[in-house]
């Protein structure tokens, strides 16, 4: 199970840091829209919506180890 509070903490350090995957993250989580659909929100290729949310799931993931 997810810790709800951590995971908050992090995705605002994530999107302090790169504040575009913080958004891609937001909507993938909660929203669950398509890569498409996200690409076509935030107005940018499909491609690299899925090159930002691989890049910032490694870097969510890491984080949320390091938490007990």
Request: hydrophobic letters at 45%.
């Amino acid at each position: 199970m997810i810790d709800v509070l951590a995971l908050h903490e992090i995705l605002e350090r994530l999107t302090k840091l790169d504040a575009r995957q913080g958004r891609i993250v937001e909507l993938h989580f909660f929203g669950e829209p398509t890569f498409e659909e996200i690409s076509l929100v935030l107005q940018i290729s499909e491609r690299t919506v899925k090159r930002e949310w691989s890049m910032a799931h490694s870097w969510l993931r890491n984080e949320l180890s390091k938490k007990p």
